[in-house]
């Protein structure tokens, strides 16, 4: 079964760090693309980031760009969003998910439960 | 201020259709496919739609996708109490802001089923 699993999430002060985690199982890691998406309390989905399967193409939102960094790690499945330089409008629950392919413009398969961010 | 234009909220009694509309620009929703997510209440986004028209496996053929020019719309007819949920459209865009250095996924604001 696929499945993600994000971690990290916490309370932290305007100007703080943190990163988020998230550990995939069920298929081939590597052979997709993974981004990150978030929705602020009571409202809509932001795509914030994504990257692709093994070939290092990367696109950021321009609402994070420059502040958050995101990675991968092929050997141990998982995802990484390195976010620094927090704001409050950056308080949201932050989904990483599945691309349908290793490329990085394909649709969003399979998604994780979620990891809570707040800051204040 | 979404990228993507949705109806706020639709409604409909239990066995009606609905359709959800989604309207974007020639840089994501005209040159790409729209991909359509259900999110339901405390829950996290599922798939729904992929490749605008495509029902990924276990999706009930009660929902259908369609898209023609810029505009895009999610079907659901023999509407059930438990289709109640946000519904998300999403498609990539070449050219984020008007900045073709720029590209990314944007999505509709959502609309909120509710079944009467």
């Known amino acids: 079964e696929v499945q993600l699993l994000e971690s990290g999430g916490d309370l932290v002060e305007p100007g703080g760090s943190l990163r988020l985690s998230c550990a995939a199982s069920?298929?081939?890691?590597?052979?997709?693309?993974m981004s990150w998406v978030r929705q602020a309390p009571g409202k809509g989905l932001e795509w914030v980031a994504v990257?692709?399967?093994?070939?290092?193409?990367?696109r950021y939102a321009e609402s994070v760009k420059g502040r958050f960094t995101i990675s991968r790690d092929n050997y141990r499945g998982t995802l990484y969003l390195q976010m620094n330089s927090l704001r409050a409008e950056d308080t949201a629950v932050y989904f990483c998910?599945?691309?349908?392919?290793?490329?990085?413009?394909?649709?969003?398969?399979?998604w994780g439960q979620g990891t809570t961010v707040t800051v204040s | 201020q979404s990228v993507l234009t949705q109806p706020p909220s639709v409604s409909g009694t239990p066995g009606q259709r609905v359709t959800i509309s989604c309207f974007g620009t020639?840089?994501?929703?005209?040159?790409?496919?729209v991909s359509w997510y259900q999110q339901l209440p405390g829950a996290a986004p599922k798939l729904l739609i992929r490749?605008?028209?495509q029902r990924p496996s276990g999706v009930p053929d009660r929902f259908s996708g369609s898209k023609s020019g810029t505009s895009a719309s999610l079907a659901i007819s023999g509407l059930r109490s438990d289709d109640e949920a946000d519904y998300y459209c999403?498609?990539?865009?070449?050219?984020?802001?008007?900045?073709?250095?720029?590209?990314?996924?944007?999505f509709g604001g959502g609309t909120k089923l509710t079944v009467l």
């Open positions: 490749r605008s028209d």
């Open positions: 990257i692709s399967g093994s070939t290092g193409v990367i």
């Open positions: 020639t840089s994501n929703t005209g040159s790409n496919h």
């Open positions: 998910s599945k691309e349908a392919a290793e490329v990085i413009y394909y649709e969003m398969d399979v």
């Open positions: 999403a498609a990539w865009d070449d050219s984020l802001n008007g900045d073709d250095s720029l590209s990314g996924w944007v």
């Open positions: 069920g298929f081939t890691f590597s052979n997709h693309a």
